[in-house]
């Protein structure tokens, strides 16, 4: 089965979803009109698996295919390996009519559309996702970013790529964990936007299907159509993730992101309970599916210290801090909190 999505954001894209399209991606990307010079960016393990197949598809369409390879983990989100390869497409003579290609997960995906939106003041992006949480979440609506040492993502962009092609078949070599970490994102869905999505995602064998991701890219598509700079509704998006990135930052990013937001949202929802926003009902239920994924439901790490890694977050506007709160499964609603009650709700949570 092949679904197109189609993304009018300040660009327009398509997301493009289809078995085998590794093997296609040159064909595709000449629909756009692209020629010229391709940079393939890629950490150590997809390379090893993924950038032949898509290097020889480039090349029978006539690319020239230049492969930037970082060290697979979050730690390649970094100041360092961001001018890296930006040199690199420099050394490689790069030009505004050039492409650079991330394929991989969301740090190749983060990492290169940064360096994407800065070279010569913005290059055509081609992001191809090949872990799940990738092909759900981060390939989609144009946030790029890096790490710094005082905190995850505080240096990026948005900057949409100019098409997104999804191989699911490059689900089939992820560790279990790792694609455990893209079902956290997917329940997330479910939670915040799509209640038929989350009693689909109990049957273990509709998550990897071409279908499931169609159905999170347009949830995306339809929130990022609506606030492309995240200036309202969008903030969505980002439940469980107010706690996740102090929980990341915590372990020093030994935690995964998608473990780290599986953990925020269990915290957020319990203490959304405990408050009165959102019935019993809601928690045991998204216990039951994180549970059912090998995600974690909780945090070793204290309200206190929780307190210190959100308050280094870039979800901080001056003295508040926005929690996206679930009101029932499907629906949620975002709270302003002041940083001196963090402590306080983020206790109820544990
Ligand atoms: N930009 C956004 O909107 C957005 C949204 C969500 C998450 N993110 C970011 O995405 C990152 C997490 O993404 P991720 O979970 O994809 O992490 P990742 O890119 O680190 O990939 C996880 C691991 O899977 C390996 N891998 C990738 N594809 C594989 C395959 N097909 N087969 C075998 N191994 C494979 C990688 O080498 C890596 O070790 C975080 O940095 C997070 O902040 C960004």
């Known amino acids: ?12 894209y398509d997301v493009i979803i289809r078995r085998g399209l590794l093997n296609e991606c040159g064909r595709e990307l000449t629909k756009l009109g692209a020629r010229g010079k391709i940079c393939l960016v890629t950490d150590d393990t997809v390379d090893a698996l993924y950038s032949a197949r898509a290097a020889a ?20 989100k970094s100041a360092e390996m ?14 505004g009519s050039d492409t650079v290609a991330a394929l991989g997960g969301g740090v190749t995906g983060d990492l290169s559309g940064l360096a994407a939106s800065l070279y010569r003041r913005g290059v055509r992006l081609v992001q191809m996702p090949t872990t799940l949480l990738a092909a759900v979440d981060s390939s989609v609506g144009g946030k790029t970013a890096i790490d710094i040492p005082e905190g995850k993502n505080l240096v990026g962009s948005f900057y949409q790529p100019s098409l997104v092609l999804c191989d699911v078949d490059a689900f089939s070599t992820l560790p279990e964990t790792v694609f455990s970490e893209g079902c956290a994102e997917m329940i997330k869905y479910g939670v915040i936007y ?6 689909l995602l109990s049957d273990k064998a509709y998550v990897p299907s071409e279908e499931a991701v169609a159905r999170c890219v347009s949830i995306k598509r339809d929130v990022v159509e609506k606030d ?7 903030r969505i998006l980002n439940f469980g993730h107010t706690v996740g990135h102090a929980i990341e930052l ?7 992101h998608g473990n780290a937001v599986a953990a925020g949202m269990a915290v ?5 309970v405990k408050s009165g926003f959102c019935p019993e009902e809601c928690y045991t239920s998204l216990i039951k599916l994180l549970e059912l994924y090998g995600l974690p439901t909780g945090t070793k790490h204290s309200a206190e210290e929780l307190k210190t ?11 508040t801090i926005s929690f996206i709160v679930p009101e029932k499964i499907g629906s949620c609603r975002e709270m302003k909190l002041p940083t001196d009650k963090i402590e306080e709700f983020v206790a109820k949570g544990l």
Do not use: W
Not at 62 to 73: L, M, R, S, W, Y
Not at 228 to 234: P, T
């Open 228 to 234: 492309e700079r995240d200036l309202g509704l969008r």
């Open 194 to 199: 799509d209640a038929e999505l989350f009693s």
């Open 1 to 12: 089965m092949s679904f197109c999505v189609r993304v009018n954001a300040s660009k327009q």
């Open 82 to 95: 961001l001018i890296a390869l930006l040199r690199f497409l420099a050394e490689n003579d790069f030009t």
């Open 268 to 272: 957020v929802t319990k203490a959304s």
């Open 309 to 319: 890694g959100i308050l280094r977050d870039k979800k901080r506007f001056g003295d």
């Open 250 to 256: 915590l372990s020093d990013y030994t935690v995964s």
């Open 57 to 76: 598809s480039f090349a029978s369409s006539g690319f020239e295919t230049v492969k930037f390879v970082i060290p697979h983990g979050e730690r390649s």
